[in-house]
């Protein structure tokens, strides 16, 4: 364990007795991961996430790991996850598709209210997977493959019609501001409306239904940075049966920083905040957690430290 997890962890709950919550008292909430394949380093990530959910006292975490790519059908048979022993699930899963099963599975248990979480790339996975799109509302697709959204600048939703507009990418890793587009919902709820992430890809074009899709934070996709000009959803969340799904496009781990793999995304107090919050809105609809004290400003990045 980080000592960075234990100080965190210890502060949220401190701020939490302060401000008369009972943090402490609650049974925590059961959250499951899901990785095993993904073009980003999930035997990192999966670590830091599930310290990032511990930290704040509110969750335990187990982890599900599928087979590894081409693996057997016999292999394939030994993953089924158990999701509706769980009250929220976290992709950290971009790879082959799952059997027919554990997708039927992961239906149910949303659809009888259980939550949902991606995760940046996971929402590349299940292309051919409908209810996958409907759950997630925009994937990393071919623009003829759905709908786009942007938000105008007087915060207006923009649909963008199946194929026309850019297909999903985004432009060389750089730090950019997240602008909060709803400081009522829960999630973002007290958090300052304007904040610079760190370093990080800035997905663009994303497609998909885009059904029941409210958007709770975007950015601003510059041209001058491989970007499209138009403000990309960052944050959303969809209501599915009487399940909640919350994404986040933010969290790419790769590359080198100083010659260590680049970590920084997710250790942007601003990503951590708003999956932990996420997560604790998909597993129950609210949000106990409170708004830390230390978090990005609109000019100034913040990170948690390096895990030793
Ligand atoms: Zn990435």
Sequence with gaps: MMMRTFRQGFLIALTAVVMGGSLSAA?????????????????????????????????????????????????????????????????????EGWPASVNEALVDYVKNGGGLVIVHAANNAFESWPEYNDMIGLGWRDNKFG????????????????????????????????????????????????????????????????????????AYSDKAKGGTGANEPM?????????????????????????????RAIRCLGFQTTLARGAEWAATGKVTLPAPTEFPSASEEKLAPEAK
Excluded: C
């Design 27 to 95: 049974e925590p909430l059961k959250a499951l991961i899901v990785d095993g394949q993904n073009n980003h380093d999930w035997k990192s990530t999966t670590p830091s996430m599930k310290a990032t959910l511990e930290a704040t006292g509110r969750f335990k975490v187990d982890v599900a790991t599928s087979p590894a790519k081409g693996a057997s059908k016999d292999e394939w048979k030994a993953f089924h996850p158990e999701f509706s022993k769980y009250d929220v699930v976290v992709s950290n899963y971009n790879g």
């Design 147 to 218: 709908e786009r959204v942007t938000i105008a600048d007087n915060g207006e939703v923009v649909h963008t019609l199946k194929g026309q507009g850019p297909s999903s990418g985004h432009g060389p890793q750089h730090a950019y501001k997240v602008i909060i587009r709803d400081n009522e919902h829960p999630i973002t709820k007290g958090l300052p409306t304007e904040w610079m992430h760190t370093n990080d890809e800035l997905y663009h074009g994303q497609r998909g239904p885009a059904r029941n899709m409210h958007v709770l934070a975007s």
């Design 235 to 263: 944050l959303w969340v969809i209501p599915y049966g009487k399940g909640r799904v919350f994404t986040t496009l933010l969290g790419h781990v790769g590359g080198s920083n100083n010659g260590k793999t680049d970590t």
